[in-house]
């Protein structure tokens, strides 16, 4: 391939990413902003709606600093540590990019685009099923009356009833109950980096330390699930089919849809038995 053909070739894959992610990227934002999530009723006694209304322990802006920090930092080490000794000719623009910074780039487009495809899935799943969270009843105070007879043992459709509680701000919020959101995000970004980590953390003395980073990666992941329930903030099914999603897109996405720029071969020595072969020859033409 000619410098022009290479050029064109690294300008072309920059601009389609580019677009492809701004188009997720405005998609998400549509989801969340502009889609009103379906109106789901209740039964006065769902006991699974009576949560007391409490605040994340995972908070969003942890788990985005987490689930983008760790992996971003993972993949610039690992890149830098394996290919920093490659040389080729690969230019771009007559600038030469350095093997270990098209890794780079290889790893983590792979890594926004599942980013991406979670996220998205998440939403389309929370607007379209519109599932009450368990803290329902203390934010919304629905207006009817559960003590009077003709509520009971029914389920009451959306239209009849209007909430009057005070946190306004929240009332599209407590509707999304399924799936869960932080941990189909925690899930693909810290599963992700595990098996990143198993395929690019390959120098000798790391394999202890790699097997304690992927536990830690997944124990991190899990713990952000385990809190969605304790904090009233999603039932279990709902956290289990999070999870669930993004283990499912970690993996698709690390095994079908992730490129990795590999170190090159050196010249590999000939075989034993090649060699006594050579030797041999040899001392027979010395002989005669």
Same mark, same amino acid.
């Given at each position: ?16 990413? =580019? ?47 987490? =689930? ?12 830098? /540590? ?60 629905? *207006? ?20 009057? =509680? ?58 952000? @699930?385990?809190?969605?329930? *304790? ?5 279990? *099914?709902?956290?289990? @089919? ?7 897109? @970690? ?31 040899? /001392? *027979?033409?010395?002989?005669?």
């Amino acid at each position: 391939m000619s410098k022009d053909d290479t050029s064109v070739h690294i300008l072309r894959k920059l601009v389609v990413d =580019g677009f492809l992610l701004g188009g997720l990227t405005a998609c998400i934002f549509m989801t969340n902003l502009l889609w009103e999530p379906f109106e789901r009723g209740f039964f006065c006694g769902d006991e699974s709606l009576m949560f007391p209304y409490k605040d994340d322990t995972v908070t969003v802006l942890m788990l985005r600093g987490f =689930g983008l920090g760790l992996p971003i930092i993972a993949m610039l080490t690992c890149e830098w /540590a394996l290919l920093r000794k490659v040389r080729d000719d690969e230019r771009c623009l007559g600038v030469r990019v350095p093997a270990w910074l098209r890794g780079f780039y290889c790893s983590l487009s792979s890594f926004a685009f599942g980013v991406c495809f979670t996220e998205l899935a998440a939403n389309i799943a929370k607007n379209t099923i519109g599932r009450p969270r368990p803290h329902f009843f203390n934010l919304c105070k629905p *207006s009817i009356d559960c003590n009077l007879p003709e509520w009971r043992g029914r389920y009451i459709q959306s239209h009849e009833y209007t909430c009057t =509680g005070d946190d306004i701000d929240k009332f599209g919020d407590m509707r999304k109950s399924f799936l869960s959101g932080h941990s189909s995000w925690a899930a693909f970004t810290m599963i992700y980096l595990a098996l990143y980590l198993e395929r690019r953390m390959v120098w000798k003395g790391t394999r202890v330390l790699r097997h304690t980073l992927q536990f830690g990666a997944v124990m991190l992941s899990w713990f952000t @699930a385990l809190s969605r329930v *304790s904090d009233y903030k999603h039932h279990w *099914s709902d956290v289990l @089919a999070g999870y669930s999603l993004g283990l499912a897109f @970690a993996v698709l996405v690390w095994t079908w849809g992730t490129d990795l720029v590999n170190k090159k071969k050196e010249h590999a020595p000939l075989p034993f038995y090649d060699l006594s072969h050579i030797n041999q020859q040899s /001392a *027979s033409l010395t002989n005669t």
